[in-house]
Structures are given as C-alpha cells and as structure tokens.
C-alpha cells in the first residue's frame, strides 16, 4: 500500500495484467504482426493537427494498448490532467500550480489560481512582450549611445536557455537575419568571450532570464555582461537600462542587480522553468521571428493542449506516446529512449527534451513520499538522424540494448533553400523512411545469403529487426508546428509522472551540487580548509591548485 492509501503500482491488477501479458507475447515480431494485420500501417496512426503520428513499428498489439489503458485509468491520468488544467497545486512538494498550458490560454480563457483569473495576466505581459519585441526590431528601441540594436544575447540556464535557444534555432529560417541572437548559459566564461567578442557593445542588448534570478551562473555571467559592457561604452550604470531587460518571477533581485524593474517581463511560480519558453522566457525568441510568429507557436501549443485535454484515450496521442514508454520502460527494461529528429534545424531539440523529461521524471520517490520500486524515467539522448546514421546507430541496429525511438520529420524543407538544396531533401527523407524500416523488419539470415554473403558473414549482417519507433510527420516544420510538437512531449512526460505517481514538477536533484559548488570554491580560490571535505574531493582540489600554480 502506498502511504495515501492506495495499491503499490506494481501490485495492481492492471500491472500485473501487463507483465502476464509481456510474458504471454514473449519475443513479438514485427514482421508477424504486420502479415496479421495488412491494415496496421495505417490503422495505428493519429492524427493531431498538423502531426501524423504512426506507431505501427511498436511491440503492442490491440490487447496490449488496451491493458496500458487501463493502467492509465486505474492510477488517474486524466484525473491529475484535470486537475492541472483546473489550476489545482498538483506540484505537491512545492505546493505550487502547474499551469503553463494557461500560457497559451486565449485572451477569453478564465483559468483559476487560488481563486484568481491568470489569464488577464498572462496575455498583458505577452502584450508587452510584443511591444518591445517590435520596439527593437523596427529600430524604435536604441542602446544608450541613440545606435540601434542589432545583437541580443540570452543569459540564461537550464529552462530560461534550453527552450528559447532551442526555438530559436528551429524557427531560423523565420528569423529577422539581420539580428544577431546568442544564447549564453555557462559559467565557464569562454561562453560568453564567444558571444560578445565580435559584437558592439553600443548594439547589443542583453535578455537576463532566470526565474528566481539567483541562478549562480547567470548572475555571474549577467554581472560580467554588464561590466563588458560599462567598460565598452566607457559609461556608467546609467547604460544599464537601455542594454539590459530581465525575464523572471523575482521583481526584487532584478531591482538589486541594477535592472530597472519597468525592463522586466514578469512570469509567475506556477510555470516551471522546463516549462517556461512560451512564457516571458520566450522574449528573445520573440524578437528574433516577431510576435505574430510567436502567436502562432502558442496557438499551436493550445492546439495539442486542447486535444489532450479533450480526446478519448484510444486517441489521445500525449497519452499513448506515454503508455507506449511505459511498456519499454517497465516492461522491456528498455534504459533509453532516443528522439532522432531528420531536420537540421531540430538540432536542439532532443537536447531541450532532456531538461523537460529527465528533470521532470528522474525521481526515486512518489507523492507519497515513499520510495519507488518500479522504474521511472529514462534517458532520454539523440541527435539528428542522419549525423547519427554514421555514428551511433550501429549500436540500435545490432546493439544488446532495446532503444525505443522516436523519428521525426517534415515533407517540405524549409522554403528559403534553393531549388537545388531543396533536391537534397527527398535524400533526406528517403533515409528517415529506410530506418524505420530496417530497425522494425531487419534482414534475415535467408535474405542475406540469397544476397551471396559468405556463410561466415551471414551472422554478422543479419539483422534481427523489432526495433520498436515512432514516426512523427508534418509537412512543414512552421512555428505551430513547433508549438504542437514541445506540447505532445509536455504531456507525454506528464502521462509517464501521472502512472509512475511521481512529482514531474519539482528538481530537489539538482539541490546538492549547487549547495556543495558554493562551499568547495574558497577551497579553489583561497585554499580554504573545507570542514567535511571528501579524501578524494581534498586530493583533487589539491591538485587543482597545484596545476594552477596556487
Ligand atoms: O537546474 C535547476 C533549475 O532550477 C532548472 O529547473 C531551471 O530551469 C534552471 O535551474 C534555471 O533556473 P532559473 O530560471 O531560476 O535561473
């Protein structure tokens, strides 16, 4: 029994159903479940807005969604789902509301926190958010010297980096190409050397974006930012305003940093920050495609939102793709879950994924607070498809590991290429397609030596095949299609929380090292005695200072 009285997950009916049945099937083909079914190609698709979503390449047969289902209900999914679209503090360690769907809420939306409407709020801030956003795009908005700004440069970590540097980088091709953005967000100072090297301080507009603004590398690298660029201009504080803006919830360290708490965009504790890029942490992304772009990433967010919240299991895609982890994860001890997306421009995008699943999931202890003894989140990798073709792919193929995958692509490529770099994509795309294929039917010994391989080969160039993947295509990667796109993951992570009864909002993990950080640094800069220092921790700053001659 859990300690809020309910059955131990793994003592459920519904989970011992499941691992009967994973015992039942045993070692499933694929090639088997195809010839049984000649329409599962196309009858184990959804569609939800612009995302074809097809997971015929999966372990399951009908029995075995329908038995993940039923774990579904029986630990509440949609229970939770409702009660954070109701604004409930569903992040119980923090006793916080988990809210960033009201982020892109329509202006006419009531959405309640402790009985007060956010959404008036929400759409103020976008409001002013566009405001600057064109202010500094049309030139309206000059740095100190009266010069227009032509370079914005994020400093941010974690959410208030991940999400805008990964957007920014997706929506490229849809970007003001005369503005230079960069994203800054470690304290490892060659960060921000390459950031401002080549730039004109007079120019240059910093976007400081952190939460709570007591993030310690942003505040060094912002604190640095700002003496770059007081030494530029040759000026006093009096630049400050016109060269910096602050993104955050904390009104009182902006003001004591020195930025003027009119530049700020505010945003509130109910959006975590791996949540938080579609909110005023989204400024500098703003500004780079301009607010109607922006608009049409959250209407795209909403969309995914409102199908979630609204659609019946059997087709509800957050709530399958999370069962569907689920049955690798806990059933298959899969350990990984790779995200291979077959666009240059989604380069980033499984790296913001890792923030958003394994901050959100890498979790030993339930909302009870009791230990688990199931399996939560995995780690979740990947890199574009094609680069990873050549490098690591090998190991999905013929590896000993299960790697669950997910594929995804777009049928156009992106309109601003030439008619001959747009040729490539067919290439592209034909790859994608050839993957799936050979990691879900792999080649069998027969096929390899009706293809003349010498015997002692045939092994080594079978292929087993029954490498399960989703495949995800949209004929465009626009900003709505991005929107839909971080909005299915959201609630796909939300789902996997919801069975593994987890708390997906809060990251006491990342606690420890930044309190421990703090307290070995005068041990590196002053060879301060550290009470409680670890042998091997001792003989390692030792050496540190040794090697830099202290
Ligand atoms: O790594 C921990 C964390 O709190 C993340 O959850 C968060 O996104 C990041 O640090 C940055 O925090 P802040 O926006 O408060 O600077």
């Known amino acids: 029994m859990n300690a809020d009285g309910r059955t131990r997950l793994n003592r459920t009916p519904e989970w011992t159903a499941l691992a009967k049945h994973r015992e039942q099937l045993g070692e499933v083909r694929l090639r088997e479940l195809f010839a049984a079914d000649p329409g599962r190609g196309s009858g184990y698709t959804l569609q939800v807005g612009d995302l074809h979503i097809d997971y015929s390449k999966h372990l399951v047969t009908d029995e075995t969604l329908r038995l993940l289902r039923e774990l579904a209900a029986a630990t509440d999914v949609f229970g939770l789902r409702d009660a954070m679209f109701r604004g409930e503090k569903i992040n119980t360690t923090e006793r916080r509301a988990v809210l ?90 060659a960060d921000l050397h390459e950031a401002l090297r080549d730039l004109d301080a007079a120019e240059t507009l910093f976007v400081v974006a952190s939460k709570t603004f007591t993030t310690i590398e942003t505040v060094t690298n ?41 530049n700020m965009f505010e945003f509130w504790d109910w959006v975590g920050g791996r949540y938080s890029y579609d909110s005023a942490i989204g400024l500098s992304l703003m500004i780079a495609i301009g607010p109607a772009r922006f608009q049409e990433m959250l209407d795209g967010f909403r969309l995914v939102d409102e199908h979630f919240r609204t659609a019946p299991p059997e087709a509800n895609a957050p709530l399958l793709l999370g069962l569907l982890g689920i049955w690798y994860n806990n059933f298959h001890d899969a350990q990984s879950h790779a995200v291979l997306p077959y666009s ?70 992106v309109a601003e290429l030439d008619d001959e770099l747009k040729a490539q ?12 294929q050979a990691l879900a039917f792999g080649k069998t010994p027969d096929e390899v030596r009706a293809e003349g391989v010498p015997e002692e080969l045939v092994a080594h160039r079978t292929f087993k095949g029954d490498h399960p993947t989703t495949t995800i295509l949209a004929r465009e990667l626009t900003p709505s299609v991005l929107g839909q796109l971080v909005a299915l993951y959201e609630h796909k992570v939300f789902v996997q929380g919801a069975v593994w009864n987890i708390d997906s909002f809060d990251q006491w993990g990342v606690e420890l090292g930044k309190v421990l950080a703090k307290r070995v640094e005068p041990a590196l800069t002053e060879g301060a005695d550290v009470p409680g220092l670890d042998a091997s921790t001792r003989a390692l700053v030792a050496k540190y200072r040794e090697l830099r001659g202290r």
């Open 100 to 189: 960033h769907t009201a982020l892109r809420a329509p202006r006419d939306a009531v959405v309640e926190v402790d009985g007060e409407n956010v959404v008036p709020a929400v759409h103020a801030v976008l409001d002013r958010m566009a405001d600057f956003a064109e202010r500094v795009r049309s030139g309206a908005w000059t740095g100190h010297t009266g010069q227009r700004i032509r370079n914005v440069v994020n400093i941010g970590i974690g959410g208030s980096d991940l999400g805008p540097a990964m957007a920014y980088e997706v929506l490229r091709s849809y970007t003001d190409r005369d503005l230079t953005v960069r994203f800054v967000s470690n304290v490892d100072g």
């Open 425 to 436: 994509h067919d290439l592209l795309m034909a790859n994608f397609f050839a993957q799936t």
């Open 222 to 262: 912002a604190t640095s930012a700002r003496n770059w660029l007081l030494r530029e201009l040759n000026t006093g504080q009096e630049a400050v305003a016109r060269h910096f803006v602050a993104l955050s919830t904390n009104a009182e360290k902006v003001a004591d940093f020195g930025i003027d708490t009119a």
């Open 344 to 413: 240059h421009y989604l380069s980033k995008f499984t790296a913001y994924l890792q923030q958003l699943d394994m901050e959100s999931n890498g979790k030993y202890v339930g909302r009870d607070g009791q230990e688990v003894d199931w399996q939560t989140g995995p780690v979740v990798w990947g890199t574009p498809g094609t680069n990873g073709q050549h490098a690591y792919y090998q190991l999905i193929h013929q590896g000993t590991k299960l790697i669950p995958a997910d594929f995804i692509g777009f049928a156009e490529p």
